[in-house]
C-alpha cells in the first residue's frame, strides 16, 4: 500500500518541485532543523510526557514539565539548528516554549476530562477498496469523552492563528476523525482540537460523514494525480527559505553557491558578472530612449517652426526629407468632468447617446470630420469640441538627383 501523509500532500501542494525531491528521488540531504521545528519538537514531547504520566495515574507539577522541556531542549540543542530571523536568538526561542506549556499547564490542570486513547499515535487509514493506497494517521492525543464522543488534539507553534473557516477546511485533523470514525463501533461524533501553544488558544472544528467521505475522494484524487503527473515545476514561495532542497533547486542554486564566497569572489562569479551587465545595459537602453523621445519632440517642435518661418511643407535633409502636415484634431470634455456629463445629456436629448455610447471619443470626433448628422446636430456636438492643430511626421527616404543639361532630342 503507497501511504500518503498530510505533510507529503501539503509537500505537493507548496512546490511539486520539492516533493519530487523529498518523495520520489528520495534525495538524501542533512536535515537541519529550523529553529521553529525544534522548539515544535520538544513542545510536543513536554505535553506527550505530561499525558503518559498521567495514563499511569501521575500528575507531574508545571515545574517537572518544564525540566523535563529544558532538559530535551539541552540534549537536542546543535549549532547547524537554523535561526532563519536574526533579530532572536536560541534562548528567546527556549523562553516562548517555557510560556507555551505554563500557559497550557494552567488552562488545562487538572486533566481529568476524558480518557487517553492514545498518544503520538501512527495508523493508516485505507483510503481504496483495493488497498492501493492509504492515509498516515499519526494523533498527537486521542480522547475518548464517552457516549460515542471522541476528540482529536493537535498542538500547533505557530506564530500566526489561522480563521475559524480554514480550520474547517483543513484535511489533517478531518482524516484524521475518518480514521477514529471507522475505528469505533459506538461512535457518534468527533471534535477536532488545536491547541495554539503560542496564544494560548483553543479552536475546534467538526465534519458531517458526508464531508468526510468527500474528502476521502477528494485526497484520493489527488493521489493519482500525483502519481500520474510526470511534471514537477518549482514554486517559489516565502516557504522556500525553510526548504531543505535550496542548494540543488534551479531557483536558488545559484544564490546558494554565492552565499559562501566571500566578497571579492562573489564579485567575479560568471553569473553575477552577466547579472549586472545585463541589467546595467537595460537600464542603460531605458535612459536612452527616455532621451532620444525628449529630443525627438523638441526637433519635432524645431521642425513645425522651421516650416512655418520658411513657408515649406517639406524638409530635406542629406538621405531623408520629412513632410510636415498640419491636421485637423477635436478633443471632447475628459470623462468625470461636468463638461462631459452636460455633453451626454446633450446627446440623449438630441437621442444620440446610443450611437456613440459604445464608441469612443475617436468616433466622435469621427462623426464631426465626416458631418455625417443633421446641421443642427452637428453644430450643437460642435460647441464642445475643442479644435486644435497637431502635426504628423513621417520619415521616407529621399533618391538624389542628378541634374545634367536639358534634353534636346535623341542623338544623331
Ligand atoms: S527552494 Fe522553493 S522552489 Fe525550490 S524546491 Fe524548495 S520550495 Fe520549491
Known amino acids: ?9 501539503s509537500s505537493y501542494e507548496t512546490c511539486p518541485l520539492r516533493y519530487k525531491f523529498a518523495y520520489i528521488d528520495r534525495v538524501k540531504v542533512e536535515a537541519e532543523d529550523t529553529v521553529e521545528t525544534f522548539l515544535g519538537s520538544r513542545a510536543h514531547e513536554a505535553l506527550e510526557k505530561l499525558y503518559r504520566n498521567l495514563q499511569f ?24 539548528i537554523i535561526i532563519v530571523n536574526k533579530e532572536y536568538t536560541a534562548e528567546n526561542y527556549r523562553k516562548m516554549g517555557e510560556r507555551y506549556l505554563k500557559d497550557y ?7 481529568d476530562k476524558g480518557k487517553i486513547l492514545g498518544l503520538e499515535t501512527t ?6 477498496k483495493e488497498g492501493k493506497y492509504g492515509f498516515y494517521i499519526r494523533i498527537d492525543r486521542l480522547m475518548d469523552m464517552g457516549e460515542g464522543v471522541y476528540e482529536v488534539h493537535d498542538y500547533k507553534t505557530n506564530m500566526s492563528l489561522p ?49 468526510l467521505e468527500d474528502l476521502r475522494k477528494d485526497v484520493l484524487d489527488e493521489i493519482q494525480e500525483i502519481e500520474a503527473t510526470e511534471k514537477f515545476p518549482a514554486n517559489v514561495t516565502r516557504l522556500c527559505f ?17 552565499e559562501d564566497k566571500p566578497e571579492n569572489e562573489y ?9 549586472d551587465e545585463y541589467v546595467k545595459t537595460k537600464n542603460e537602453l531605458e535612459n536612452h530612449k527616455r532621451d532620444a523621445e525628449a529630443k525627438l519632440e523638441k526637433l519635432k517642435d524645431a521642425l513645425i517652426a522651421f516650416c512655418e518661418k520658411e513657408e515649406v511643407s517639406v524638409v530635406f535633409g542629406s538621405e531623408n526629407k520629412i513632410s510636415v ?46 458631418r455625417k448628422w443633421e446641421k443642427h446636430d452637428i453644430e450643437r456636438l460642435s460647441e464642445f469640441g475643442i479644435r486644435e492643430t497637431k502635426h504628423r511626421l513621417s520619415i521616407s527616404k529621399h533618391e538624389k538627383q542628378v541634374f545634367g543639361p536639358p534634353y534636346d532630342g535623341p542623338s544623331s
Open 242 to 258: 525553510w526548504c531543505l532542497y535550496r542548494g540543488m533547486c534551479p531557483e536558488w542554486k545559484h544564490e546558494v553557491e554565492l
Open 163 to 211: 480563521k475559524q473557516e480554514d480550520l474547517d477546511k483543513d484535511r489533517q485533523l478531518a482524516m484524521y476523525s475518518l480514521w477514529v470514525r471507522e475505528q469505533f463501533q459506538d461512535f457518534k461524533k468527533v471534535r477536532l482540537v488545536w491547541h495554539f501553544l503560542a496564544f494560548d488558544k483553543e479552536m475546534e472544528s467538526f465534519r458531517t460523514k458526508k464531508q
Open 267 to 275: 564579485l567575479q562569479d560568471p553569473g553575477v558578472k552577466l547579472v
Open 105 to 111: 499547564y494552567k488552562r488545562h490542570k487538572p486533566f
Open 325 to 370: 502636415k498640419p491636421y485637423e484634431s477635436v478633443k471632447f470634455p475628459p470623462r468625470n468632468s461636468e463638461e462631459r456629463e452636460t455633453l451626454v445629456m446633450l446627446l440623449k436629448d438630441i437621442g444620440k447617446l446610443n450611437e456613440v455610447s459604445d464608441l469612443d471619443i475617436h468616433a466622435l470626433s469621427g462623426v464631426l470630420k465626416n
Open 1 to 9: 500500500m503507497a501511504t500518503f501523509s498530510h505533510s507529503r500532500l
Open 123 to 128: 495508523n493508516t487509514l485505507p483510503l481504496d
Open 57 to 80: 495515574e501521575r500528575l507531574l507539577s508545571v515545574d517537572e514539565v518544564l525540566a523535563f522541556f529544558n532538559r530535551e531542549w539541552e540534549k537536542n540543542w546543535n549549532e547547524a
